[in-house]
């Protein structure tokens, strides 16, 4: 499923944008009004045939991810790995994830 990524600014606009991609995610909905009402993070958004199909925030002044949420109808299709690849590859940086994202070995 290829994607493109692109920035989008930390506005109230975007929030409502997004409210496809976050109809099933109430609780990134308030994470992301609360990053628009604090000015903290960039926006990125993964877009396919048109569509915003995912959203992530990212640090404000380094590559970690805060937080990204998938919509359900294009989960299990690698969008999310394509995304934080591609995001990257735009910051010029690997991204980093939270420490709650990362695997345990053997896990």
Known sequence: MPISVEAHALTETQC???AKV???APQYRQKLADAVAGGQGRLFAAHFNGQRVAIALIEENQPQLAWMVV????QGRGVGKDFLRLIGQQLGETLTLPEHC????GL
Do not use: G, I, S, V
Not at 71 to 74: E, G, I, L, N, R
């Open 16 to 18: 409502e944008a997004f």
């Open 22 to 24: 976050l109809r099933d």
């Open 71 to 74: 919509h359900p109808a294009t």
């Open 102 to 105: 990362l695997q345990q070995p």
